[in-house]
């Protein structure tokens, strides 16, 4: 079967659902992932050493593809790609926790609203404020898409002291410690008028 054109658009081409300038790092745009179109990159950002909290270390390309055309088929759950100036630098995912294992985890409040993180290798050396602009974008995004999402759940592993670290300095309050499959999981909270009143 031979892709569609919109499969072999690069991620720089493709239509954005969000677009913000941030002053002194660049244009940012959030891209939905195409699966097809995206599985090689991810594939090379999941297998990496340094994602091995993302639990995809041993996966194949094909089997990266298989996940990510599913998540593409679900109304509650969605991937992005966040593109920095032209590049994608990172991989977003927003789920609903009420159609997530999380939602069995903890009492989901309406307006509830899930997301994970992954930044990307980097290309240079370490720039101060690369994640957090990324991150601040995205919740931007997500919390301005909806005015019904109010309030953000994020489940690092919690053995994954940056994330958590990161998730805090963004605002975040830590949450019990649950159960998923594959992980023991921190959760963070993140209110909606927290973040907006930054």
């Not at 998730?167 to 993140?190: D, H, M, S, V």
Request: net charge negative.
């Amino acid at each position: 079967m031979s892709e569609s054109p919109a499969q072999s658009l690069s991620v720089a081409e493709r239509a954005a659902v969000h677009e913000q300038a941030v002053d002194g790092f660049g244009t940012v745009r959030v891209v939905p992932v195409d699966p097809a179109a995206d599985a090689g990159l991810i594939h090379s950002w999941v297998t990496q050493e340094r994602a091995r909290f993302w639990g995809m270390g041993d996966a194949d390309r094909e089997q990266v593809l298989e996940i990510y055309t599913y998540i593409d088929s679900l109304p509650t759950h969605h991937a992005y790609l966040l593109e920095r100036d032209g590049r994608p630098v990172a991989l977003f995912q927003t789920y609903e926790p009420a159609a997530d294992p999380v939602g069995e985890c903890y009492d989901v409040r309406p307006g509830d609203f899930g997301i994970h993180l992954m930044i990307g290798p980097p290309t240079g050396g370490p720039e101060r404020g690369f994640t957090a602009t990324l991150l601040s974008v995205f919740l931007t995004y997500v919390l301005t898409a909806d005015p019904g999402r109010l309030r953000i759940v994020a489940e690092p592993d919690a053995r994954n002291a940056k994330a958590v670290a990161r998730l805090t300095r963004a605002g975040f309050t830590r949450g019990p410690e649950i159960e998923l499959p594959g992980k023991r999981a921190q959760l963070a909270f993140l209110d909606r008028e927290t973040f907006l009143s930054w």
